[in-house]
């Protein structure tokens, strides 16, 4: 066991034998379940919950430790941060972020209400997709951030892109209040996602 444990990858090969090993356990029960929509529809929805779990533990990452932790660092350790912790921190959010996002609306769209929750129940605006709606284009407007604003302006603080120092400095700042406002999102967010889904159905 401490050898899986050891190694990410064999930790994660594990992990998904062991998620395979109680889908074909849930198959061989009464009423188990069949390739059907309802079986895509949670398998998308497992791969939604997922990417949303990395990409809102990433966020908070960043906004609960390592942000506010940055000053404490002496300035001769900093380097291992902005060189090799950030980088994979911000590839996997970013990434974790498009996953959420595409899962996401593949749910909505096979419980049909993918076009009706991006209008916010239009013409009615009074449905229950008008919850899950808000929190769709939450979900929406932090990727638009990650993409667009966060992650372009952290290539430039991590010397990925060149950059004076005034420049890294103006898009260190930037970044990080998109960061802040994402995360001020996703509180509101997250209460739209767990309140649609079972407050509404």
């Excluded at 497992?46 to 390592?66: C, D, E, R, S, T």
């Amino acid at each position: 066991m401490t050898g899986i444990l050891q190694s990410l990858h064999k930790t994660l090969l594990t992990g998904t034998i062991l998620a395979i090993a109680l889908l074909i356990l849930m198959k061989s029960m009464p009423d188990g379940w069949a390739f059907d929509y309802a079986f895509f529809q949670t398998l998308f929805r497992y791969f939604h919950v997922l990417a949303g779990v990395m990409w809102i533990g990433l966020l908070w990452y960043l906004n609960f430790i390592q942000i506010p932790n940055m000053p404490k660092i002496p300035d001769e350790q900093k380097p291992a941060i902005s060189k090799v912790i950030a980088p994979a921190v911000l590839f996997w959010f970013r990434w974790a972020a498009f996953v959420t996002v595409i899962s996401g609306l593949i749910v909505a769209y096979f419980r049909g209400y993918v076009h009706s929750a991006l209008l916010f129940g239009y013409p009615s605006f009074m449905d229950q997709h008008v919850v899950i709606g808000i929190g769709m284009w939450l979900g929406l407007i932090m990727a638009f951030n990650v993409w667009f604003i966060i992650w372009p302006n952290q290539k430039k603080v991590l010397g990925i892109v060149e950059a004076d120092a005034e420049t890294k400095a103006k898009s260190a700042k930037t970044a990080m209040l998109f960061s802040r406002t994402n995360t001020l999102l996703s509180i509101p967010m997250l209460l739209a996602m767990v309140s649609a889904q079972n407050l509404y159905y």
